[in-house]
Nanobody, 129 residues
Framework: QLLFVESGGGLVQPGGSLRLSCTVS????????IGWFRQAPGKELEGVSC????????YYADSVKGRFTVSRDNAKNTMYLEMNSLKPDDTANYYC??????????????????????WGQGTQVTVSS
């Protein structure tokens, strides 16, 4: 079973920035896919981004393109979600999740929560003045 340690959430003003971290352990392979998802109360779970630990290729939701950047440090088994120009609508609980069946994010299904095997505990991001 995979273990996730998520951190970096907090309170930030509109226009500000946060960086979320997700450290993964417990998997025999170094190569898999990490998805970032978010959910606000009463709202649908939304796929935010995806990154391959194999080659670093990424996908982003239209709602965050140009503002969020996902990256990885394979030596530390850690993924980062850099969030810039934050808006109140970005307020949500953010989760990292692993798809251990893939090396690369799928063009068709990267944002489908059901594709992912294991989930982190989430970290709250609140954007408010």
């Amino acid at each position: 079973q995979l273990l996730f340690v998520e951190s970096g959430g907090g309170l930030v003003q509109p226009g500000g920035s946060l960086r979320l971290s997700c450290t993964v352990s417990g998997f025999s392979s170094s190569y898999y896919v990490i998805g970032w998802f978010r959910q606000a109360p009463g709202k649908e779970l939304e796929g935010v981004s995806c990154i391959s630990t194999k080659d670093g290729s990424t996908y982003y939701a239209d709602s965050v393109k140009g503002r969020f950047t996902v990256s990885r440090d394979n030596a530390k088994n850690t993924m980062y979600l850099e969030m810039n120009s934050l808006k109140p609508d970005d307020t949500a609980n953010y989760y990292c999740a692993a798809d251990t069946s893939r090396f690369y994010c799928s063009h068709y299904v990267w944002a489908r929560a059901g594709e992912y095997d294991s989930w982190g505990q989430g970290t709250q991001v609140t954007v408010s003045s």
